[in-house]
Each structure stands twice: as structure tokens, then as C-alpha cells.
């Protein structure tokens, strides 16, 4: 695999602990926001919502612990990928998290894959077109592939 390739059924490498993240507010909200530093300098801001209360919710079968995950612009793919792992630990309910990028956005898409994410489709909002990416824990992947040996009847 050269080293612009990314393995979709295996989570990136831990970070090292120069990396760290904080959740900047309250967490009784339906919204958070968490700042990621490397070596005590800014490395990103991520805002985490709940699906079901934003627009995409609309968008795919949301469930109701998925989290969309929306970064600024300076938001590394390591700082993406430590927010998520966080908001996966904090809440083992959480199947899915979400990232949308806009539609063609290869450099976006690309950033969310190197973070672990899997691209799944293309989905119009009434603003224009995303790009819909997802990570799931392993044990939501794992359930997905013996779908086939669910009796149907």
C-alpha cells in the first residue's frame, strides 16, 4: 500500500500524548465543541452536534446517538481523528459519527478518510450537495458484516 493509500477497515495509529483535546463547554448540551492542541499549540476546533437535530439528519437513516462532526478549516485529519476518538469514548451509544464535506471536495473527503472515516454517498440538502463520510466502532462494523446470516424468514 503506498503511503497515500488508507486502509478503510482499520482505525489510524493512536496519537502520541503531545497531542491532546479538550471539550471547551458544558456537556448537558446537544451541541459541544472541542479544541485540539500538538505541543500546546491550536491544532483545530470541532463542533459536535447530534444527527437527528441537524439538516443531514434528514439525510440517511440517523440514529438517535449519532454525532456529526464538524471541523473548521485548520482542522488537521489527527485532530478529526482525536475528536472522534474522544466522543466515541464518552459515549459507548454513539454508533455512528458523521463528517460532510461538500460534494467533490477530494482534498475534504481525503482528510476524513486519513481520520478513519469511510466515504458511504453523495446526499443533496436543500443548501447543495455533501459528501457523507462515517466512522463506527469496531463492534458496529463487525455486527455489518454477518447481515447475511440474519434469517429472513
Not at 26 to 37: D, K, N
Not at 136 to 148: C, F, G, T
Amino acid at each position: 500500500m503506498s503511503t497515500d493509500e488508507v486502509d478503510m477497515l482499520k482505525w489510524p495509529e493512536p496519537l502520541p500524548s503531545s497531542w491532546q483535546c479538550v471539550r471547551t463547554d458544558a456537556p448537558a448540551g446537544r451541541e459541544s465543541t472541542y479544541q485540539v492542541t500538538k505541543y500546546n499549540k491550536l491544532a483545530g476546533e470541532v463542533r459536535v452536534v447530534f444527527t437527528v437535530a441537524h439538516p443531514i439528519g434528514a439525510a440517511y437513516p440517523a440514529g438517535a446517538r449519532d454525532r456529526l462532526l464538524i471541523p473548521d478549516t485548520e482542522t488537521s485529519a489527527a485532530a478529526l481523528q482525536l475528536v472522534s476518538e474522544q466522543v466515541m469514548a464518552t459515549d459507548p451509544a454513539c454508533r455512528r459519527l458523521v463528517l460532510a464535506v461538500r460534494a467533490g471536495d477530494v482534498p475534504g473527503i481525503a482528510r476524513g478518510e486519513r481520520a478513519g472515516y469511510r466515504y458511504v454517498l453523495d446526499v443533496d440538502l436543500p443548501d447543495g450537495s455533501v459528501s457523507l463520510l462515517a466512522a463506527e466502532p469496531d463492534a458496529v462494523l463487525e455486527s455489518s458484516r454477518h447481515l447475511d446470516d440474519i434469517p429472513t424468514s
